[in-house]
């Protein structure tokens, strides 16, 4: 059974960067392919990107475009979702979710607050 | 982009009462590629329903789907005390979109 388990919360200040980590068990990259959602407070879901690793096919919401990149490493079976230039209302949950189209199983979810 | 408007927005009802969530698309959902998810606060979202009407795994019968084209509905036959929760909707047919949310509450 596939398990999603992501990286711990973040604090960063605006302008920089953030790389959030989801490391799959129970599957190996090969096999799947991850999506990237996130969530600011109070708010509803927004799907940010996903990659298939085995074809290294990426695909971004076009709003992220040129900010956001998602890479995956097949030998420890960890996706990433890097989000650069961040602003005050990129605070958010960051999910992973392991895409069949629909997401299936999500990762519990990552913090990252920007704040100066 | 397709965008998914959910309605209610909130939904007040009585544990043992019939659930009915709206999902209308601003065009056609192609192969009915739509999907439910429930989300409870502090939780990640958990799938319910995919292709518009199959329930995921795990997911008791109670929780059904319907519709095709612009229109979805997701049913819950009789609240149990769990259901009541946040509901999103989604559709995977041209790129990736959510819907706004629907908010089951306790009256």
């Known amino acids: 059974q596939v398990q999603l388990v992501q990286s711990g919360a973040e604090v960063r200040k605006p302008g920089s960067s953030v790389k959030v980590s989801c490391k799959v068990s129970?599957?190996?990259?090969?096999?799947?392919?991850i999506a990237w959602v996130r969530q600011a407070p109070g708010q509803g879901l927004e799907w940010m990107g996903g990659i298939v690793a085995v074809f290294g096919a990426v695909s971004y919401a076009p709003r992220f475009q040129g900010r956001l990149t998602i890479t995956a490493d097949e030998s420890t079976t960890t996706a990433y979702m890097e989000l650069r230039s961040l602003r005050f209302d990129d605070t958010a949950i960051y999910y992973c979710?392991?895409?069949?189209?629909?997401?299936?199983?999500w990762g519990q979810g990552s913090l990252v607050t920007v704040s100066s | 982009e397709i965008v998914l408007t959910q309605s209610p927005g909130t939904l007040s009802l009585s544990p043992g009462e019939r659930a009915t969530l709206s999902c209308r698309a601003s065009?056609?959902?192609?192969?009915?590629?739509l999907a439910w998810y429930q989300q409870k606060p502090g939780q990640a979202p958990r799938l319910l329903i995919h292709?518009?009407?199959s329930r995921a795994t795990g997911i008791p019968d109670r929780f059904s789907g319907s519709g095709s084209g612009t229109d979805f509905t997701l049913t819950i036959s009789r609240l149990e005390p769990e259901d009541f929760a946040v509901y999103y909707c989604q559709q995977y047919g041209s790129s990736v979109t959510f819907g706004g949310g629907t908010k089951v509450e306790i009256k």
């Open positions: 129970g599957g190996t990259l090969s096999n799947l392919a």
């Open positions: 065009q056609s959902v192609s192969s009915n590629y």
């Open positions: 292709g518009a009407s």
């Open positions: 979710a392991t895409d069949m189209a629909w997401f299936d199983p």
